[in-house]
């Protein structure tokens, strides 16, 4: 049987890729963006005694009501915006299911949804698979910012959806309230929706304060909002995250979501409900937390060849190798992974066109011992 592929573009994802190559080679993963140390003890053992206690089965479709309700508290604790956890809120398997089924619920084909380069894999063919079309817009090196006067003009009557990323990933870029205004004028008197991918919420530096599209009322009005336990609480593995939106934009999600995975899974949902309502001082320590952590590994690295960018948040190091090769950035990783004994992430496959650039990704949400183990590695090349 002949396949017509409707994703020709799509491959193994390059986390899976350099993940492979690191087991491969005894690599230090530095690579794919999961933490190597655990979960807080008292989620653990709050998941381990749900399933004991016999939550093994359907959770509700759109999540717990206790985990949505709890939701809805951090919300308006957080950002001030005050929704309803009937409403409003859905709990996801992932915020990589949060982030299709927002997609699929509003566009169609034929739309357009404009995204930033570099923009996570998993943007595009969530968009293509509805016939549309991603419209690409470079950030603007070595910041990463936003040029809204380049978005002004990629907007057209086929503009759907634009699709932000704060804390930005790969870049650790943030976007500030200047920024969130710019984008509200755009899409102000239209019918264009908005995605907000705040995966890294909680991870913002230097005692800046994470701009949610949730603290702009006109934008979180016709925003879909998605978040992600995984990598708030260190569980990436339990595939857990939630979208906000307003009524009737939720009730598209949840057409999509109840069709999709339908429901995801119970003991996770009964832990996280009851771990935020006893320790909702959590994601108040992770900036602090994931602070030390970058400012370790920089320290670690920094007698190294590579040059290494500002990061504001998120927890991702971009770093300039151009004084140890003249490798494409895809070519170096692979060097780097089989002799150098770290495992990467290339930028290339964060762009519609290869940038040209000599930057990779590396993660520090790791132990001392891997940080200062793929640092010895690093400072010797």
């Not at 899976?16 to 933490?35: D, I, R, T, W």
């Not at 057409?255 to 935020?276: G, I, R, S």
């Not at 490798?327 to 992430?345: P, Y």
Request: glycine fraction near 6%.
């Amino acid at each position: 049987m002949q396949i017509d592929t409707k994703l020709p573009k799509v491959g193994t994802t390059i986390f899976s890729v350099m993940s492979q190559l690191a087991l491969e080679h005894k690599a230090v993963n530095l690579g794919q963006g999961f933490p190597d140390f655990e979960p807080p003890q008292p989620l653990r053992d709050a998941i381990a005694r749900a399933m004991a206690e016999g939550r093994n089965q359907y959770a509700p479709g759109i999540g717990l009501p206790t985990l949505r309700e709890q939701i809805a508290i951090k919300t308006e604790r957080m950002y001030g915006r005050r929704i309803s956890a009937d409403t409003d809120v859905t709990v996801t398997s992932g915020a990589t299911e949060a982030l299709f089924a927002a997609i699929a619920a509003v566009v169609r084909a034929g739309d357009e949804v404009i995204v930033f380069d570099p923009a996570y894999d998993s943007y595009e063919p969530a968009i293509e698979l509805q016939g549309a079309r991603a419209v690409h817009i470079p950030l603007v090196a070595p910041t990463f910012a936003v040029d809204w006067q380049r978005v002004r003009d990629a907007v057209t009557p086929k503009t759907r959806m634009i699709l932000i990323n704060s804390p930005h990933n790969p870049t650790g870029a943030v976007l500030s309230a200047a920024d969130l205004e710019e984008l509200a004028t755009i899409v102000r008197d239209t019918e264009i929706v908005v995605l907000s991918d705040e995966v890294y919420e909680h991870i913002v530096y230097d005692g800046a304060q994470h701009e949610s599209v949730l603290r702009h009322p006109e934008l979180a009005d016709r925003s879909f909002v998605v978040s992600s336990f995984g990598k708030t609480y260190h569980c990436t593995g339990w595939k857990l995250g939630y979208a906000v939106a307003p009524r009737a934009l939720s009730a598209e999600f949840r057409k999509v979501h109840q069709y999709l995975t339908f429901c995801t899974f119970h003991p996770a949902q009964v832990a996280f409900a009851e771990f935020m309502a006893s320790a909702p001082g959590h994601y108040l320590e992770l900036p602090a937390f994931y602070q030390a952590k970058r400012d370790r590994f920089r320290e670690l690295i920094r007698p190294s060849r590579f040059r290494l960018l500002d990061v504001p948040g998120g927890y991702f190091q971009l770093v300039d190798y151009s004084a140890i090769s003249n490798k494409d950035d895809v070519a170096f990783c692979e060097w780097l992974v089989k002799e150098g004994g770290v495992a990467a992430i290339p930028l290339t496959p964060f762009h519609e066109t290869a940038p040209g650039t000599h930057l990779l990704r590396l993660c520090f949400a790791k132990s001392d011992a891997t940080m200062e183990a793929a640092a010895e590695r690093l400072c010797k090349l």
